[in-house]
């Protein structure tokens, strides 16, 4: 296990993604999901970022308490493997906040030698340890799970209502890009503005959004081929998360934007099929993603890039099938402007239940719930503001239907979602012991 973290690209300082930060409680400060385009006043009425946020050691607390009693030695089992990737999401997450600090004191001072850069990489070495003791377990739980499933017939598999799709791959063994698959990473960019077309048709349209203040501005153009959709997110996630892997473990490859990986690896990882049509719908991603055009002066990582370019800046096959024209390996070079906020640690963990998210509505109301919830209990906004910030080109009635269909379908992870007769959306967090202390503290 590396010592020392790939040190990021000097930036002049390293401000948040959207130059705006809520909270100025230190405590928050590792915390993605404090940063917003608007003001403080705008913030507190829109009821963001209450004074009811929650350590990372309340949520790993949290995770220690089983919501129902196991009913045989296989669900043990899966239960206790599913508190260890949550566990682990928190170790990861916690990983990539020191990352950012440290990424800011060198920044600040051009040395890692300062007394509080020392101090954050002794403990970015414990949380490593710490992960890699998770890991292992994990990986004896699951091996343990698989020789159970190898005793019994017909294993039922679990059903979350019709707004997730099935696990497609619910008994897959562990290889390298699973190791983290339950620590997956969105960046902040992305989170933040819809970049991805919620359309299940061609989308041709250019999408244009402008900050308030009008100092910043952001331009997505589609390709002949439509603009890049929010499924075909799932590569960008995909590369993002690999890529915070190696720096978080401090790999020399971690600094190229370019990462190559195994087709089927990703497609099992995102809960695709790994039918001829998985692989003929990713080439089509790929497609997409590169011809999908961004213009924008928005900074990553510190750095402003003032020109055009792709949401992926290229993309090749490294090696075919010799039978058949299918892609087994690929090479994805991620945009300077995600590659910069990747360098910066502007990511953020998701569930990897996202991936089994059927609708493109659902998949970007949960990306806003975590990007704009972060550790508190709930987090409110109005519903005409969440069509603007999710990219819904339908008219407000229909999303309100929209909503209230995902409300009753209940099949966000980690989130609950309310509409209440007001027109306000308000999203709670689902661990019950969280919510509850939540709410009593604010009573109190």
């Not at 679990?158 to 290889?175: M, T």
């Not at 190696?246 to 990986?261: E, I, P, S």
């Not at 990007?371 to 519903?383: E, P, R, V």
């Amino acid at each position: 296990m590396p010592h020392k973290p790939a040190k990021p690209k000097p930036t002049k300082g390293q401000p948040s993604l959207f130059d705006r930060v809520v909270s100025d409680d230190s405590n928050h400060a590792g915390i993605p999901g404090v940063v917003v385009e608007v003001s403080r006043e705008e913030a507190a009425q829109l009821g963001a970022f209450e004074e009811d946020a929650l350590s990372f050691e309340d949520v790993q607390e949290s995770q220690d308490t089983p919501t129902e009693g196991p009913t045989d030695a296989r669900d043990m089992r899966r239960q206790h493997l599913s508190r260890l990737r949550e566990h682990h999401r928190v170790l990861s997450e916690l990983i990539v906040s020191v990352n950012r600090d440290i990424a800011g004191i060198v920044n600040k001072n051009s040395s890692l030698e300062h007394p509080e850069a020392q101090r954050l990489l002794t403990r970015l070495r414990e949380l490593q340890e710490q992960r890699t003791t998770i890991e292992a377990e994990a990986q004896d739980e699951l091996k343990a799970i698989k020789a159970l499933e190898r005793r019994l017939e017909n294993v039922p598999r679990e059903s979350h209502g019709s707004g997730l799709v099935k696990a497609r791959h619910p008994n897959r063994d562990f290889f390298l890009a699973d190791m983290f698959d339950y620590a997956m990473k969105d960046d902040g960019a992305s989170m933040e503005a819809p970049i991805f077309t919620l359309s299940t048709k061609p989308d041709l349209s250019i999408w244009e959004w402008r900050s308030k203040d009008g100092n910043k501005h952001l331009k997505v153009a589609p390709s002949v081929l439509g603009r890049a959709t929010q499924h075909d997110k799932d590569v960008l996630i995909y590369v993002v998360s690999q890529l915070t892997e190696a720096l978080n473990r401090g790999r020399d490859d971690a600094r190229n934007r370019a990462v190559r990986f195994t087709v089927y690896d990703f497609l099992v990882t995102t809960n695709r099929q790994t039918s001829g049509q998985g692989y003929k719908l990713l080439q089509e991603a790929f497609e997409r993603l590169s011809g999908t055009r961004i213009t924008t002066d928005i900074k990553t990582g510190g750095t402003r890039v003032r020109e055009g370019f792709g949401i992926i800046d290229r993309w090749k096959i490294v090696e075919k099938s010799s039978t058949d024209e299918r892609m087994i390996a690929v090479e994805v070079s991620l945009s300077e402007w995600l590659y910069n906020a990747v360098q910066a640690f502007e990511v953020l963990t998701i569930h990897p239940d996202y991936f089994r998210l059927r609708k493109p509505i659902a998949r970007r109301l949960y990306e806003i719930a975590r990007k704009h919830c972060g550790h508190q209990a709930k987090w409110s906004i109005g519903l005409a503001l969440l069509q603007e910030k999710a990219g819904s080109k339908s008219t407000l009635k229909e999303f309100r239907r929209s909503i209230r269909a995902i409300e009753k379908d209940d099949s966000l992870p980690e989130y609950h979602l309310n509409l209440s007769h007001d027109d306000k959306v308000t999203f709670y967090v689902r661990d019950q012991k969280r919510l509850v202390r939540s709410l009593a503290e604010q009573r109190g």
